[in-house]
């Protein structure tokens, strides 16, 4: 349980620091559409895929950037409340799974939502490239499904704990 423990911590340290962006992300995105000449310094991040771009097409891509940064926190919220059951040792819980099966599917969408912009402004400027290999991208694809399935796991390991509490 120590482990438990350990991991509970950098998950409560991670979400503290992650829920700071969240809170100062959308006033941000309000000013950039307000007032864009008051901001301080330029738009480059993300490999310089959003500097050629102004108005409401930036504004669109920082929101949806904000949305699926937004989810992930979320899926980061879900995972430290599964964290405080299984210190409890409510491990078959049904809130475990739905959270689980929340995550996955907070996480997958945070996917699509976060690569929308990308790809449609790499296929606007003409740069749009296709490389195969590992990367961030499909780890996080794959970690959504990760947790969906660990939810049906789950679900599978409670109906049998209950057929086997039955059968006494």
């Not at 992300?25 to 950039?32: A, D, E, N, S, V």
């Not at 040792?89 to 996917?111: H, P, T, Y």
């Amino acid at each position: 349980m120590k482990r438990l423990s350990v991991l509970k911590t950098i998950i409560n340290i991670l979400f503290a620091l992650a829920v700071i962006p969240a809170i100062f992300g959308l006033p941000f995105i309000l000013m950039t559409a307000i007032m864009p000449d008051r901001i301080p310094f330029s738009l480059n991040g993300d490999g310089d895929k959003f500097a050629n771009i102004h108005g409401a097409e930036l504004i669109i891509a920082l929101l949806a950037v904000y949305i699926s940064y937004v989810l992930l926190v979320y899926a980061v919220y879900l995972f430290k409340k599964v964290l405080e059951s299984f210190k409890k040792k409510r491990f078959f819980d049904e809130a475990v799974i739905v959270s689980f099966n929340q995550m996955g599917k907070a996480i997958i969408l945070s996917w699509i939502i976060g690569t929308l912009p990308t790809v449609y402004f790499s296929l606007l400027q003409g740069k749009a490239s296709v490389s195969l290999g590992f990367n961030t991208s499909l780890f996080t694809l794959g970690l959504g499904f990760f947790f969906i399935v660990l939810s049906d796991i789950f679900l599978m390991a409670k109906q049998q704990k209950e057929e086997n509490d039955l059968t006494v």
